[in-house]
C-alpha cells in the first residue's frame, strides 16, 4: 500500500505513524515485518519521539544547521542540502508487527521527512508475513 504525504514546509517531519498502522491493519498479517520506503531522494524517513512535537522541531532544527543551505554544493538543481539531509536520515525504516500491530515503543512515531518541500510525496508501505523465532 501507498501512501500519500502533502507537505507544507521546505523542511517538515511529518507523523505518519496512524496512517502506516491503517496499512498494516488492512493487510490482515498478525506476524511479520513492516517496511516503510520513501521513493524520493530529497526526503526521508525516521522514527523518534512522536509525543513531544519539540522532538521533531529540534531534530529539524539540527538537521538544518549540520547541511548548510550554501556551501558551493555543485548540484545544479540547488537542492544539495536536501540529498544531504536525505542521507543521513535515510529512506526506509523496518518495524516488527506483532498481534496485527507496530512494535513501536510508548514515545516512538514514525516521521515522514520532507527536506526539499513544499511538495506531494509518496510512501511505500510493505509487509512480510512470518513467523519470529
Ligand atoms: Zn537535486
Redesign the pocket.
Known sequence: MDLSVKTRSQTELVDITAEVRRAVAGTGVREGLCLVTVPH??AGVTINEAADPSVAADILMVLNQMVPWQAGYR?R????P??VKSTLVGVSQTVAIANGDLVLGTWQGIFFCEF?GPRSRQVHVRVLEGRFR
Open positions: 531522494t530529497t548540484h538543481e540547488g537542492n544539495s536536501a540529498h526539499d
